[in-house]
Structure formats: structure tokens, C-alpha cells
């Protein structure tokens, strides 16, 4: 797996950015969200990238919408983005009492405590919904818990987000075959392992699998993981109950997970996504280019519809 490219920013930079995430972990959660609800249309006013992309991804799974349905979707889609952002440092940073008094509920909580009692690891299938990091957070704070990490393109604030996600015992892994190797071990001991499913995979690491109806590029180390394991999947997400906290899902995933197939399983994967977007659409980070992949499968062919795209 390829890595980012690192970023030149200077260390006083990365200094002013942790900074921030200090500051703003002091705030109360009502403020983060208005500060977003105020932010997330401007977001959408003149920031042309993440407007574009988000309202092109909404038309292609939504096409039933109006125009204006699907503008004001995009526009509390942003605000949702814009406060993810601003709650990192509250995930990383916040007195860990004060992250655990805002999940306000769990549901699902037994699928996970089911598959260990019977021995088995579970892989959590983490989307870009709602606060993913409260996810960690909960996750880490309850059950040995293994995820992989990406060191971030700026090199300095590395040891700043390793330190927030690994606070409650997390253990990070890297995004290449050795950390491939830990998420098995951590399987074959009855542990959680956490997986981002709707990242684009490196070319080679992945297939083709419809997501809404269309292909999309989609990993293949679920079903690797779950063939030399049985472990049980679920999707898991940290919805956000605006200015008040969040509400933790564990879902039953699509059984083509469990496919030896892996353009099956890939679908399955696809599906979980789905169905936890269908929790609130708003809550998911539709700037994300999901599609880009087909994109690049069709250059030389600029009269098939999907070329648009992006």
C-alpha cells in the first residue's frame, strides 16, 4: 500500500493546529455545533471541491431528489463534515469522563459480546458516518481493540493523533502486510479489529462492487481476514445527536461478508455501508471522490455517462 506524501508544513505549524484541537476539546459540544451549522455553509458557499464532489455523489445515489432536496442534503451533509472536524480534539484530547458521558446510548453492543464469548474476533466496519474517532474512542475504552493508521501528511502532528487514538489502549497498526499480520493475530485472539470500508484501495488491493447501483472500487481484506479467522462482522458508527453527544450503532452486516467470493463480499461490504447511511444521510462524508477509480477505468471513453463524474 502506497503512503501519503508528506506534508512541508513547519513545526509551528503543526504547533498552531494541536493547538487548536486543545482549545476547542475545552469546548462544550453545543458550541462545536453551532460553530458548524455556521461554518457548513460557507463550506458549501466557496469551497468548490467538497460542494461539487458531495452534490455529484448525492445526484448519482439519490437520484429520486429534487435539485433543491439534494442542495439542502449537501449543505447539512457539510455542516456534519465541519463538525467532525471541530470535535476531533474533544475525541483525542477531551478528560476521557467527558468523551464517556457524551455517548449516550449504544445499541447492538450484544453482537459484539456474543462473537467473543463463542471465541471469535470481530471486525468492526468503521464508514466515514457521524464522529468515527468517538467510535475508536468507545471501542478502545471497551474491548482490546486493533485498528490500522495512516501517519497523517503532516509528519509533526503524528505523535499528537497516535496519542489521541491510542489513549484508551488502542493499538495501532501500519496500512501494509505487517499490520495486515497484527489485525490476524489480534482476530485469532477474540479481539475487535476496526476496518474503513469505504476507502478507495490502492490498484491491486481491491475490485469492482456496486455501491448505490454503481461501481466502485472496494477493498478485499475483509474476506482474507474472515477466511483465516471466522470472525464475526459488524458495522459501527457514532451518530451524532447535534449539540448533545452521540448514539453508538453496531449493525448486523450484509452475510455476503462472509463470502469466499470476493466480489461478493465486496458487495456485501458496499451494502453495510448503505444500510448505516440509511441511519441519516446528512452524517456521511459524501466530499469523499467514491467513484474516482471507475473514473480512471474510463478515460479514453469520454461518451460513457460515469465520465462526468468529478
Given at each position: 500500500?502506497?503512503?501519503?506524501?508528506?506534508?512541508?508544513?513547519?513545526?509551528?505549524?503543526?504547533?498552531?493546529?494541536?493547538g487548536?484541537?486543545?482549545?476547542?476539546?475545552?469546548?462544550?459540544?453545543?458550541?462545536?455545533?453551532?460553530?458548524?451549522?455556521?461554518?457548513?455553509?460557507?463550506?458549501?458557499?466557496?469551497?468548490?471541491?467538497?460542494?461539487?464532489?458531495?452534490?455529484?455523489?448525492?445526484?448519482?445515489?439519490?437520484?429520486?431528489?429534487?435539485?433543491?432536496?439534494?442542495?439542502?442534503?449537501?449543505?447539512?451533509?457539510?455542516?456534519?463534515?465541519?463538525?467532525?472536524?471541530?470535535?476531533?480534539?474533544?475525541?483525542?484530547?477531551?478528560?476521557?469522563?467527558?468523551?464517556?458521558?457524551?455517548?449516550?446510548?449504544?445499541?447492538?453492543?450484544?453482537?459484539?459480546?456474543?462473537?467473543?464469548?463463542?471465541?471469535?474476533?470481530?471486525?468492526?466496519?468503521?464508514?466515514?458516518?457521524?464522529?468515527?474517532?468517538?467510535?475508536?474512542?468507545?471501542?478502545?475504552?471497551?474491548?482490546?481493540?486493533?485498528?490500522?493508521?495512516?501517519?497523517?501528511?503532516?509528519?509533526?502532528?503524528?505523535?499528537?493523533?497516535?496519542?489521541?487514538?491510542?489513549?484508551?489502549?488502542?493499538?495501532?497498526?501500519?496500512?501494509?502486510?505487517?499490520?495486515?499480520?497484527?489485525?490476524?493475530?489480534?482476530?485469532?485472539?477474540?479481539?475487535?479489529?476496526?476496518?474503513?470500508?469505504?476507502?478507495?484501495p490502492?490498484?491491486?488491493?481491491g475490485?469492482?462492487?456496486?455501491?448505490?447501483?454503481?461501481?466502485?472500487?472496494?477493498?478485499?481484506?475483509?474476506?482474507?481476514?474472515?477466511?483465516?479467522?471466522q470472525?464475526?462482522?459488524?458495522?459501527?458508527?457514532?451518530?451524532?445527536?447535534?449539540?448533545?453527544?452521540?448514539?453508538?450503532?453496531?449493525?448486523?452486516?450484509?452475510?455476503?461478508?462472509?463470502?469466499?467470493?470476493?466480489?461478493?463480499?465486496?458487495?456485501?461490504?458496499?451494502?453495510?455501508?448503505?444500510?448505516?447511511?440509511?441511519?441519516?444521510?446528512?452524517?456521511?462524508?459524501?466530499?469523499y471522490?467514491?467513484?474516482?477509480?471507475?473514473?480512471?477505468?474510463l478515460?479514453?471513453?469520454?461518451?460513457?455517462?460515469?465520465?462526468?463524474?468529478?
Amino acid at each position: 500500500m502506497s503512503r501519503k506524501p508528506r506534508s512541508s508544513a513547519s513545526p509551528l505549524q503543526a504547533k498552531l493546529i494541536a493547538g487548536l484541537w486543545r482549545v476547542l476539546a475545552s469546548c462544550r459540544l453545543g458550541l462545536l455545533w453551532r460553530l458548524a451549522r455556521i461554518a457548513g455553509p460557507l463550506v458549501h458557499r466557496f469551497s468548490r471541491r467538497e460542494r461539487e464532489v458531495t452534490e455529484i455523489n448525492l445526484a448519482e445515489v439519490y437520484p429520486e431528489q429534487s435539485d433543491a432536496e439534494r442542495r439542502h442534503l449537501a449543505r447539512h451533509s457539510l455542516a456534519h463534515s465541519t463538525a467532525t472536524m471541530l470535535e476531533l480534539g474533544f475525541a483525542w484530547m477531551a478528560e476521557p469522563g467527558r468523551v464517556e458521558r457524551s455517548i449516550l446510548d449504544v445499541h447492538g453492543r450484544d453482537l459484539l459480546d456474543d462473537a467473543r464469548t463463542e471465541g471469535r474476533g470481530v471486525i468492526v466496519l468503521a464508514p466515514h458516518f457521524g464522529n468515527w474517532e468517538v467510535l475508536n474512542f468507545w471501542l478502545s475504552s471497551h474491548f482490546p481493540f486493533t485498528a490500522m493508521y495512516e501517519p497523517p501528511k503532516i509528519a509533526a502532528l503524528d505523535p499528537v493523533i497516535r496519542h489521541g487514538r491510542e489513549r484508551m489502549g488502542a493499538s495501532l497498526v501500519p496500512t501494509n502486510p505487517r499490520g495486515v499480520a497484527s489485525l490476524l493475530k489480534a482476530l485469532k485472539r477474540s479481539e475487535a479489529v476496526g476496518i474503513l470500508p469505504d476507502q478507495e484501495p490502492d490498484w491491486g488491493s481491491g475490485v469492482f462492487a456496486p455501491f448505490y447501483g454503481r461501481l466502485a472500487y472496494t477493498a478485499t481484506l475483509l474476506p482474507k481476514l474472515v477466511a483465516r479467522t471466522q470472525a464475526r462482522v459488524v458495522t459501527g458508527v457514532a451518530q451524532r445527536v447535534p449539540g448533545r453527544g452521540f448514539v453508538i450503532h453496531f449493525l448486523e452486516a450484509d452475510p455476503r461478508v462472509y463470502e469466499t467470493d470476493e466480489t461478493a463480499s465486496a458487495a456485501g461490504v458496499n451494502a453495510c455501508v448503505e444500510a448505516a447511511i440509511a441511519l441519516e444521510p446528512a452524517q456521511y462524508q459524501w466530499e469523499y471522490k467514491r467513484y474516482r477509480k471507475v473514473i480512471e477505468e474510463l478515460q479514453g471513453h469520454p461518451d460513457h455517462p460515469s465520465f462526468r463524474l468529478y
